[in-house]
């Protein structure tokens, strides 16, 4: 069971008053938790088997605007509702909240009540069934970046986000004082979390003022995904309530590195790590080498799902710890891709492509097709590169903008044939209206460049 409260113990907590409220939760194509607060009576009565949401719950953009172009929803057709359906093995104690439980749910569609294709729970679910079929299981572990801040969500908002003060002075890598200074904010987030069954690993000092790293131990795909969704959550909420605020932008100063979230992936049957081969390079089997040939191959179809937003792009900068280019590398953090554990039982890869701000359903979902097909296709995996890969032009770029990323997910045959078209069809759909809106925008940058010069 991934969460840590059965139904039998949801009951007896609501008959003692242990716990009042329960939220219900799907997750949006952003991968925020979006739902209803249910008294836990109803839910216990009748709310457990189901719910139901508008449609557009997978239809909007970061503001909930509502833009046209989807398939699956439109004015048009009127908006009309998707069953949410609680995961009761999802179920868990909210310790930061008082008297509070959560439960995440599948979307299902009203009529049919078979999955909705575009979920992004649901997406995830098929490329971990394929694998199944394949006979293994994807251990996976998103690493969650993000900066901390003196003031509020909402001073900051008042301010026009001008005033940002980070809450620790200068770069607090590694750094025990600098985020000892944090702990009034980071240690009830491992505590609480940990509480809530997620196998909270450690949190660090991140190489910037103010930055923050959250690790969480690896688990099967689809509860890192629940982790990572939970704890995102988690650290906005026990911020929020302390009066500070956090952000999980990749880049919110043009001179502070960004926020990333990398992925570790392994395979395995059973209790079996099958990426290992102790007489392999490395200690890597040639399953592992296809795997990661499939992800370096395709790169650049699945990009998206690892940087959604204009400023996703923002992060992919030289010299900055984030990659720029599509090669392997044994433990060199200047490669998209990097080799973990090597010559151990928990040799794995690293994808350092993904931002803090992309949806780990969507993420993991789109590298896992990447990997599956190398298996399928035996993709010869070349050998690793070394030194400083920023300055190697003969290693592949991947996307450098939303734009560029948009057409390469719309061309992405690998993609279409692993997830089907209207899925991909859809989260193009997501992309080209992100870029639309920032086409419509005029930034500080361009008045003050051009306002007098000009
Ligand atoms: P680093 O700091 O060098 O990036 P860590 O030792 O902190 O690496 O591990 C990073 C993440 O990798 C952790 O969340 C950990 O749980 C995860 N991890 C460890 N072993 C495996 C494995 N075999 N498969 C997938 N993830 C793993």
């Not at 008959?15 to 939760?25: A, E, H, K, M, N």
């Not at 399953?287 to 400023?311: C, K, Q």
């Not at 003969?394 to 899925?423: C, F």
């Amino acid at each position: 069971m991934a969460g840590n409260l059965t139904f039998d113990e949801l009951k007896s907590a609501a008959r003692s008053g242990d716990i009042d409220t329960v939220l219900v939760c799907c997750v949006d194509m952003q991968g925020r938790l979006m739902g209803k607060r249910f008294h836990v009576q109803n839910f216990i009565d009748s709310s457990h088997q189901e719910t139901h949401c508008c449609n557009y719950m997978l239809a909007t953009d970061l503001e909930m605007a509502t833009p046209d172009g989807y398939a699956t929803t439109s004015w048009r057709a009127g908006y009309g509702d998707y069953v949410m359906k609680p995961d009761l093995s999802t179920m868990r104690r909210v310790p930061w909240l008082d008297g509070t439980a959560m439960v995440l749910c599948d979307l299902l569609d009203h009529k049919t009540h078979k999955p909705v294709p575009q979920s992004p729970r649901q997406i995830l679910k098929v490329q971990i069934a394929r694998l199944k079929e394949l006979g293994y299981e994807a251990m996976m572990a998103t690493e969650l970046e993000f900066f901390l801040f003196e003031q509020s969500f909402r001073e900051l908002a008042q301010s026009g986000y001008r005033e940002l003060t980070p809450i620790s002075a200068y770069n607090e890598d590694y750094h025990i004082l600098q985020t000892t200074k944090e702990e009034g904010i980071m240690r009830p987030v491992r505590n609480h979390l940990f509480a809530a069954g997620i196998p909270i690993e450690n949190s660090k000092g991140e190489a910037e003022t103010g930055q923050e790293e959250l690790n969480i131990r690896y688990a099967e795909a689809l509860d890192c995904a629940d982790h990572h969704t939970i704890a995102k959550h988690a650290v906005k909420e026990i911020a929020w309530a302390q009066g500070r605020s956090v952000t999980f932008l990749p880049k919110w100063h043009p001179k502070k590195v960004g926020s990333s979230s990398h992925v570790h992936m392994s395979l395995w049957s059973g209790k079996t790590p099958v990426f290992r081969d102790e007489s392999g390079e490395y200690g890597m089997s040639e399953l592992m080498r296809h795997f990661m040939a499939g992800l370096i191959e395709y790169a650049s179809d699945y990009t998206w799902f690892m940087a959604p937003y204009v400023n996703s792009y923002k992060r992919f900068m030289k010299g900055s710890f984030a990659p720029t280019r599509t090669v392997w590398s044994v433990d060199n953090r200047t490669a998209g891709f990097r080799l973990c554990g090597e010559g151990s039982k928990a040799v794995r890869v690293e994808c350092r492509i993904g931002g803090s701000d992309m949806n780990p359903y969507l993420a993991q979902a789109a590298l896992l097709a990447a990997g599956i097909r190398g298996i399928e296709d035996k993709l010869k995996l070349a050998p690793p590169t070394g030194g400083d890969i920023y300055e190697n032009a003969e290693a592949r770029h991947i996307p450098s903008t939303l734009r560029a990323s948009t057409e390469t997910l719309r061309s992405s045959k690998m993609l279409r044939e692993a997830m089907g078209d209207d899925v991909i069809d859809h989260y193009v759909r997501c992309a080209e209206w992100e870029q639309e809106e920032f086409d419509k925008a005029v930034t500080d940058w361009e008045i003050a460049r051009g306002f007098e010069r000009a």
